[in-house]
């Protein structure tokens, strides 16, 4: 490879970014994938993501063949499995990270041009064939949705591998109630690089070059360069232009893109990547949806394989057998934490069975119909709540989709958090948990409303997806009922004969009951939801949250749950 450290990208305000351009021996020209994000270029994977390292090799070994390791890096392609191939790879230190100055002002409009202006600037070079594509993972994917948006002339193509798009449902106020995640994330992930730690941040293994820059700047200097955004998302409880401007406008996006989900991706990204292949305006679009860890994927043979045919029929416009890709590419999740993978026409399942399982008093859950007798269950909200249960399913059955609860509960204050939790029973009872994104031990699927937000938008709600507004809160009157719809993120499981599926409905996050789990680079334990807990007490204070609910079981439309049960084809 030829290897440029530290290039220098000049914005339309004159900043300059710094770069790392891994090319090709030769001229060119060749296409372009570029990745643009804060965590540090200069950084090795092995050494800022240790545990996440190791657990990747230990499941995953083909992720670290072919290749010397020598240059990877935290959720970007390794150049050593691109270039031979004839790609050109750029790794840009966004704005007030790593080696790039300015102020650090993440999910910003002033971050998405200034990805519009690197992908003008790779496009124009001399050994670039005008074509670039965006790859990577997390924050790397995320901005690609905000970018596309926008159509710069050079970008022909997106690979958005686990990332979310809504700033405000998939991110910062799930259900309306706010994730600590950011918080955290950003103090272990982002603030550790940013540009200005000199001396105090880390080294480059390759290069010896300070990660973060050649100044040391003081702790109230570094403070005084980045926006204070947790501080944003706790004053702003409901969904403003602060959240709107770092939201695309799906629609918008014309190039050919390919959306990796992960079933395991509960309060970050699952979502965002469903989502924006349905609203994506792009003619030329595909879904892939995976398990297992949230990093891995992307760097196995399977993962290469895919994303490289992706590239080489639209950056290079070479005949890949792309053409032949199904539109929806599954892995259906089996109780045992296998997959199998099933091509699909469309998103939802074009088969699919939507069937209700209607809750009553005695905590069942049937697919027949509702409760003949009125009922109620009343459960505190910081305990573990209430689960309903269906009885043993008598045939292996298939739920592969999103799902919605509709509730009716009143609430002895003003208001009251809803947590909903999929959960899968095996045969003696026990809970049978997940390798999520993040977390070992995670249930089926989460949902999360704030009852106060249950306002709907209609133009925008689907029967299996409800579109919450967030724009006004309608408080609870005490005792007083009021009907909720409740969105669970979508799923994939294969329930064996004789397993049984169970919904909980509690007032604060679901732990599993087991040992926490913990990476290197979380700041809390997971105990079943990773990192996106919601325990912030500014925004949940006790005196409101801290209360009674009561589920309300009259009629029929009182409370079910709506699944998305999948026939067997054919043999």
């Not at 004839?86 to 041009?113: F, K, M, W």
């Not at 169970?502 to 732990?511: A, H, Q, S």
Request: aromatic share 10%; proline share 6%; glycine share 10%.
């Amino acid at each position: 490879m030829q290897i440029e450290w530290d290039v220098a990208i000049t914005m339309d305000d004159g900043l300059v970014l710094r770069a790392d351009v891994f090319r090709p021996p030769g001229d060119g020209p060749w296409p372009v994938l570029m990745s643009y994000g804060p965590y540090g270029k200069g950084l090795a994977f092995q050494e800022g993501y240790s545990t996440a390292w190791e657990i990747m090799l230990r499941d995953h070994p083909d992720t670290a063949r072919n290749s010397s390791n020598h240059y990877q890096n935290w959720e970007v392609v390794d150049p050593e499995k691109w270039v031979p191939y004839g790609y050109v790879c750029i790794r840009v230190d966004s704005r007030g990270a790593g080696r790039s100055p300015g102020e650090l002002n993440l999910h910003s409009a002033r971050e998405t041009q200034d990805l519009i202006d690197c992908i003008q600037w790779a496009g124009t070079q001399r050994w670039s064939n005008g074509r670039v594509g965006l790859a990577g993972v997390s924050f790397y994917a995320s901005n690609q949705w905000r970018v596309a948006a926008r159509r710069p002339p050079h970008l022909a193509a997106i690979c958005v591998w686990e990332g979310y798009n809504d700033r405000y449902r998939e991110s910062a106020r799930h259900g309306g109630i706010l994730c600590t995640f950011t918080r955290n994330w950003q103090q272990m992930q982002v603030v550790s690089v940013q540009h200005g730690r000199g001396e105090r941040g880390p080294k480059s293994r390759v290069t010896g070059e300070l990660v973060c820059g050649p100044e040391t700047l003081s702790e109230e200097e570094l403070a005084a360069l980045r926006v204070d955004m947790w501080g944003e998302l706790q004053r702003r409880e409901l969904h403003d232009d602060y959240y709107q401007s770092r939201t695309p406008d799906l629609e918008e996006i014309q190039v050919p893109l390919l959306s990796a989900a992960n079933w395991g991706g509960q309060g970050l990204h699952t979502r965002g990547n469903i989502e924006g292949f349905l609203r994506a305006g792009s003619t030329e679009k595909w879904l892939e949806v995976h398990g297992g860890s949230h990093w891995a994927g992307f760097y196995t043979d399977y993962g290469v394989d895919l994303q490289r045919r992706f590239f080489d029929r639209f950056l290079k416009m070479d005949n890949t057998g792309w053409q032949h890709q199904p539109k929806v590419q599954l892995q259906i999740r089996h109780a045992d934490g296998s997959f199998t993978q099933r091509a699909e026409d469309a998103w939802p399942i074009d088969r699919t069975c939507w069937t209700r399982f209607y809750l009553d008093a005695t905590l069942g859950m049937h697919p027949t119909s509702g409760p003949t007798t009125g009922g109620r269950v009343t459960y505190e909200t910081m305990g573990h709540g209430v689960t309903f249960r269906t009885l043993p399913f008598e045939m292996e059955t298939e739920i592969t989709g999103n799902a919605v609860a509709r509730l009716k509960l009143s609430s002895a204050t003003c208001d009251a958090d809803l947590f909903l939790v999929l959960r899968l029973f095996d045969r003696m009872g026990q809970e049978v948990v997940f390798q999520g994104a993040l977390d070992p031990h995670t249930p089926l699927a989460q949902g999360w409303l704030r009852a106060s937000h249950r306002q709907t938008d209609p133009s925008r709600s689907l029967a299996w997806r409800p579109w919450h507004s967030h724009n006004s809160k309608e408080l609870l009157e005490p005792g007083v009922p009021v009907h909720v719809d409740v969105e669970i993120w979508p799923t994939s499981i294969v329930i064996p004969a004789g397993y049984s599926l169970g919904l909980t409905v509690r007032g604060k996050d679901y732990e599993y009951d087991g040992p926490a789990a913990s990476l290197s680079n979380m700041k809390n334990p997971m105990r079943g939801c990773g990192p996106f807990v919601h325990d912030d007490p500014q925004d949940r204070p006790a005196a409101i949250f801290d209360t009674s609910v009561t589920l309300h079981m009259d009629a029929e439309d009182d409370a079910y749950l709506l699944l998305p049960i999948i026939p067997k084809t054919a043999s």
